[in-house]
T-cell receptor
């Protein structure tokens, strides 16, 4: 599976968009990009996933570059409750092997 | 309610003792997982199972064992061979299949070795 690289930490002002980058330069054509977040000692929560196209749901948007070597998770209007560790994972279709990296610790500040 | 139940929530054990952490799900999911998390660190995969009677090692399987005799259950045994077992353990499940990497997590079990 492709490995991912994320910045260890980021800050964001409350009400502004939070843009969390992920590099997955060795991704293969059949590998999906998944995003999760973990709020202080709880189990991680699924946010969104995609293959090639940009995706949006009620929580966030996922922008995947055309060459698929990187992606950005966008929280459009960050709130204090979005403070968490965000994990970017690459997963092969039909393979249930899900490995989390160190993630990005996002701190939303008032 | 559908979900994943882990027990116990907190567990203390003496060095040299084996301990088994329970994970039960009623979501009818095929795949189940065990992760370990150390303070300030990300999750590391211990074992996962895609179907009953089958499981694969993750990154840190040494010192751990699992079984998957029933679809609903995926217990993890932390053996005395695990050198540093004090950690937070998370169990998860997913439907499995091609486009469903959405994992549902339990609340975790915190193991402390005295």
């Amino acid at each position: 599976d492709a490995k991912t690289t994320q910045p260890p930490s980021m800050d964001c002002a409350e009400g502004r968009a939070a843009n969390l980058p992920c590099n997955h330069s060795t991704i293969s054509g059949n590998e999906y990009v998944y995003w999760y977040r973990q709020i202080h000692s709880q189990g991680p929560q699924y946010i969104i996933h995609g293959l090639k196209n940009n995706e949006t749901n009620e929580m966030a948007s996922l922008i995947i570059t055309e060459d698929r070597k990187s992606s950005t998770l966008i929280l459009p209007h960050a709130t204090l409750r979005d403070t968490a560790v965000y994990y970017c994972i690459v997963r092969v279709a039909y393979n249930n092997d899900m490995r989390f990296g160190a993630g990005t610790r996002l701190t939303v500040k008032p | 309610d559908g979900g994943i139940t882990q027990s116990p929530k907190y567990l203390f054990r003496k060095e040299g003792q084996n301990v088994t952490l329970s994970c039960e799900q009623n979501l009818n999911h095929d795949a189940m997982y065990w992760y370990r998390q150390d303070p300030g660190q990300g999750l590391r995969l211990i074992y996962y199972s895609q179907i009953v009677n089958d499981f694969q090692k993750g990154d840190i399987a040494e010192g751990y064992s699992v079984s998957r005799e029933k679809k609903e259950s995926f217990p993890l045994t932390v053996t005395s061979a695990q050198k540093n077992p004090t950690a937070f353990y998370l169990c998860a499940s997913s439907i499995g299949g091609p486009n469903t990497g959405e994992l549902f997590f339990g609340e975790g079990s915190r193991l402390t070795v005295l």
